[in-house]
């Protein structure tokens, strides 16, 4: 066997494999033998047809498989023996290889074309990106304890429709003369008293029983949102409502706020000791930074990503990696490849290029170790946040690490947390090698900033 590599580019390979029978022979041989010994011919017992006969009808294809199984070894072991960084994997020139006669031959030319990745340089003083930071105002702390009063509130089922009540029941659309509507809305729904825009229809549902039948004015009650979250609808149909609805109530449900002292403090934020108003709302304030700061860093690395590849100008063998998406995608045709080439494929090819280099700056991929931690601080937040009294913390600790184990063992289970510390990872990369300046920024100005990405 001899392999030889012409190089057509600064980027593109040809690789040559010659084979010869004395390659080959000896695992042909074998196979025949095998094949002799297990061999069911007419005229003959079980594994006693001449050799020469099982030869006839198989050498052929016997030859065939051999060469192809030396052929894939051959180009992987030359590739990594040569140390050669390439696109995927070579692929055979169909156009030299198309003469191969595994009848008549005994030794074979093999072509195959390959591509080495260009070389690629990240100058990170081309990159001038903020890094905002949203200030937390007394209006978001208010609204999260209002919002944690209601999470660990009272819940009732009101005999009456009461304000901020849940009111559950049918819906059924009415024609112009009050009647049930053929063909028209059908269905179960809810809706708070909280949908009601109209404050005329509010007041006329409030003090309602809670199994009355309540005839009400939908457009003219709620936005086009709540008839497409609580009554089903399309946008279009909800757009173009103007009907009334009877809705039959079956019942309602209210949360009551629970009260802000420290049994409120300790469901949560289990285990912190916090026993004044005043710290509570601290420790509101850092977890609206917490989840402020992952919004903000995302958005950076949105847009560092975008730079990056805005940036790229790295040479790239387009020719070959077309006809290696062609080879791959049996769904693609030269023409898709073609019109969905700069949107689609070239923007996946830069980035894994990038994150090869980012990978050699700091490690970007989770481990296994990392999900199972992840899985384990999950697992955890929410068993503290259970309310159930442990009686053995230890063995607590014990089953959600054996647990975490077993989740973190099947990506599938744990995709999204696989995504954000990958998130994370490549956020802190970011954020170490450009170091940032910071601006702070109201919500409302940072919304505004991150719909412009």
Avoid at 23 to 41: C, F, G, H, P, T
Avoid at 223 to 239: I, P, W, Y
Avoid at 412 to 423: E, K
Wanted: charged share 35%; hydrophobic share 40%.
């Amino acid at each position: 066997m001899n392999i030889t590599r012409e190089n057509l580019s600064d980027l593109d390979l040809n690789i040559k494999v010659e084979i010869e029978e004395n390659d080959y022979i000896e695992a042909v041989n074998k196979s025949l033998k095998r094949m002799q010994q297990n061999a069911v011919e007419p005229g003959f017992r079980k594994g006693k047809a001449p050799l020469a006969l099982i030869s006839r009808k198989y050498r052929t294809s016997v030859v065939a498989d051999e060469v192809q199984r030396i052929i894939n070894d051959a180009i992987f072991k030359y590739v990594d023996d040569e140390k050669l960084d390439i696109f995927a994997y070579p692929i055979l020139n169909d156009e030299k290889n198309s003469n191969l006669d595994f009848e008549k031959q005994t030794t074979f030319d093999f072509y195959f074309d390959a591509a080495l990745r260009p070389k690629v340089e990240i100058d990170w003083s081309k990159i001038d990106i903020k890094l905002s930071h949203i200030k937390v105002g007394k209006k978001e702390v208010d609204e999260q304890v209002e919002a944690l009063s209601r999470r660990y509130g009272k819940f009732e089922t009101p005999d009456t429709i009461v304000d901020g009540a849940m009111v559950y029941g049918k819906a059924e659309e009415l024609d112009e003369n009050g009647e049930v509507k053929e063909g028209g809305l059908s269905t179960y729904a809810m809706f708070n008293t909280a949908d009601i825009n109209d404050d005329d229809i509010r007041a006329s549902i409030l003090g309602k029983a809670a199994t009355d039948t309540l005839v009400i004015d939908a457009a003219k009650a709620f936005s086009t949102d709540t008839l497409v979250n609580k009554f089903r609808m399309t946008q279009e149909q909800a757009k173009d409502f103007k009907s009334k609805i009877r809705f039959v109530a079956s019942s309602c449900s209210l949360i009551s706020p629970a009260e802000v002292n420290e049994e409120l403090f300790e469901k949560a934020f289990p285990g912190r000791g916090i026993k004044t108003e005043k710290d509570f709302r601290k420790a509101i304030t850092e977890q609206i930074n917490e989840m402020n700061d992952e919004q903000c860093k995302t958005v950076f690395s949105n847009k560092v990503y975008k730079t990056l590849l805005d940036n790229f100008d790295a040479p790239l063998p387009e020719a070959f990696l077309k006809r290696w998406i062609l080879r791959n995608d049996e769904k693609a045709t030269a023409e898709s490849v073609d019109s969905e080439w700069a949107d689609r494929y070239l923007p996946s090819i830069k980035w894994e290029l990038l994150q090869n280099e980012l990978e050699k700056i700091s490690p970007i991929e989770p481990t296994h170790n990392d999900v199972v931690e992840m899985v384990k601080k999950i697992l955890t937040d929410n068993a503290e946040h259970s309310g159930e009294p442990v009686a053995d913390p230890e063995k607590r600790e014990k089953e959600i690490a054996a647990a975490a184990e077993t989740i973190a063992k099947d990506r599938n289970n744990v995709s999204n947390i696989v995504d954000r510390l990958f998130s994370d990872n490549l956020a802190k990369l970011f954020i170490d090698q450009l170091k940032p300046e910071v601006e702070e920024m109201t919500a409302k100005q940072f919304a505004e900033k991150a719909a412009q990405i």
